[in-house]
Nanobody, 122 residues
């Protein structure tokens, strides 16, 4: 069993940065892939970024060059550094975990956090 807790969301202006954190319980968390997803009001949940147990990463095209995903094995955390934020980045951001490799389909992740709100004003 893995429990995930996100933090770091908030209200910022366009062009600002935020760093989201996903803290996990469980000693085997290092064996899990972790994905970040987001859901804007009235829209479907969409993939943002993911990182494999070995550190391999992937990003959605709309965040490439602006967002960076990383993990700290000692602290059992996965961070999402978000730079050059845009109003269209406004959404609830969720982290999710699954064993082995990341996938882009949110339905294939087994564990989810409660989400953290990110609001970017213009």
């Amino acid at each position: 069993q893995v429990q995930l807790v996100e933090s770091g969301g908030g209200l910022v202006q366009a062009g600002d940065s935020l760093r989201l954190s996903c803290e996990a319980s469980g000693r085997t968390f290092r064996n899990y892939a972790v994905g970040w997803f987001r859901q804007a009001r009235g829209k479907e949940r969409e993939f943002v970024a993911a990182i494999n147990p070995g550190g391999g990463k992937t990003y959605a095209d709309f965040v490439k060059g602006r967002f960076t995903i990383s993990r700290d094995y000692a602290k059992n955390t996965v961070a999402l550094q978000m730079n050059s934020l845009k109003p269209e980045d406004t959404a609830v951001y969720y982290c999710a975990a699954r064993q082995l490799s990341f996938v882009y389909d949110s339905a294939r992740y087994d564990y989810w956090g409660q989400g953290t709100q990110v609001t970017v004003s213009s």
